[in-house]
């Protein structure tokens, strides 16, 4: 079980990575930016629009037969996902599958701020009432009170939790920074230890959906005071839902009444 977002090898990378990376160039074209990646790398980066499903956020084919009256996919109906509903930034494809690799991997911190406002941006439009992601927090949290967000924002935000053996070696929880990257913007409690994992378990990558099902069963657990509360888990990246659907079972089980999934990035084929 992990209590920690950083080792201390991972804090000396993190000062180097900052000295080396100023002044700034875009990190995909090369362009000097103001920011990790420039105005026009950043419209170019995938998405997934269209209709998708409402719990999972698959996207659903034209006409699919296969969606519930309450939007959700066939995928969701066959299996209920734990979680309640999932927001998601950008379709985990080129090139926003290498930096989420170079961010997981070479611990390219820099991109967690871009990475925490795309997703930030996406809860706001989801919430409605026409705010957009440069709206004062203030104002959210005003307009949230008023009742006047399509959904109420979470009262939690956690981040799914890393095994401790892959914690040692990465040297930092990625879903952790991101997370409280997250929850700093939109003014929500984030609680690092919220999850916990119980067990470890291999690597998703590379199984397939039943089998990523069986890896993470039962491998969290929640002991934080969660009763009643609305909860988002943040991940860098959903590919079948397995692993955020434990972590909301541990949750609820818990006592949480309402579970979101929040990740960077969503595969856009992910029952394959
Ligand atoms: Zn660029
Ligand atoms: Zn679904």
Known sequence: MSRRIFSATSIRTFKTLFARLSPQDCALCG??????????????????????CTRCAAPLAEHSQDVSEAGECGVCLAELPYFDHTITAFRYDFPVDRLIQAYKFRANLVFTGMFADAIVARVLEKAGAGIH???????????????????????????????????????FNQSALLGRAVALRLEIKFLTD???????????????????L?????????????EGKRIAIVDD?????????????????????????????RAAQPHH
């Not at 920011?35 to 629009?49: K, M, Q, S, T, Y």
């Not at 959904?151 to 990465?170: G, H, I, N, Q």
């Not at 069986?214 to 969660?226: L, Q, S, Y």
């Open 31 to 52: 362009s000097s930016a103001p920011d990790v990646i420039c105005a026009p790398c950043e419209a170019g980066l995938p998405r997934l629009i269209g209709p998708s």
């Open 133 to 171: 992601a440069n709206t004062n927090t203030d104002d959210v949290e005003q307009l949230s009170r008023s009742g006047q967000l399509a959904y109420p924002l979470p009262d939690l935000v956690m981040p799914t939790p890393l095994a401790a053996k892959r914690l040692a070696e990465r040297g």
């Open 194 to 212: 919220g999850l916990q994992r119980v067990r470890e378990t291999r690597p998703q990558s590379g199984l397939k959906r039943e089998e990523r």
């Open 214 to 226: 069986k890896n993470v069963r039962g491998a969290f657990a929640c002991d934080a005071h969660v």
């Open 237 to 265: 990246v959903m590919t079948t839902g397995a692993t955020f659907s434990e972590a909301a079972k541990a949750l609820k089980n818990a006592g949480a009444i309402y579970v979101e999934a929040w990740a960077c990035a």
